[in-house]
């Protein structure tokens, strides 16, 4: 005799598990994403940055010296758009141009010397939001959290690259 297969309108387990981590990260993006929060961040971190300067920032100080191309292609905006956003942190001392070595046509971009303090203060205040979120959290929650999440970052990198 058959076995009788009973078909529910349930997904499967799989399905709900992306599901709640589709919600989540919605939630992490749109709660990063919020005025208030990059606001109260700065306040914080006592520094005058606006939410763009703080993304050129924060790429510059992540991927070194750039040509302008590459930046914005990184923070995936037009190159007019960073131009005029690297030109507004020139004139504030916290981003400085020099002559790329490989080609003496082009520029690099980074950060100056207090352009660096500035993002390491940001940074300073992040981490200790994070600790205090987490800090409920053993040390392996963290560890595995950490290992898990860059492991899916590393796979939507691969998924771009890639074209998929």
Do not use: K
């Not at 306040?43 to 191309?69: E, T």
Request: net charge neutral; with cysteine.
């Amino acid at each position: 005799m058959e076995a009788m297969v009973i078909r529910t309108s349930e997904p499967p387990a799989e399905d709900t598990t992306l599901g709640d981590i589709e919600q989540a990260l919605t939630r992490l993006f749109r709660r990063g994403n919020q005025p208030r929060v990059h606001e109260q961040l700065i306040a914080r971190a006592g520094v005058p940055l606006d939410r763009a300067a703080y993304a050129v920032v924060s790429r510059l100080g992540d991927c070194g010296p750039v040509r302008l191309s590459e930046l914005a292609w990184r923070m995936g905006v037009d190159v007019s758009t960073a131009c005029r956003q690297v030109q507004a942190l020139e004139q504030d001392g916290l981003v400085t141009r020099t002559v790329d070595p490989g080609d003496r046509r082009a520029t690099l971009l980074r950060l100056s010397e207090e352009g660096g303090r500035v993002l390491g203060r940001v940074r300073e205040v992040r981490r200790a939001q994070l600790a205090r979120a987490l800090g409920g959290w053993t040390a392996e929650d963290r560890r595995q959290f950490a290992d898990l999440l860059n492991r899916m970052l590393n796979d939507f990198d691969t998924l771009m690259e890639s074209g998929a």
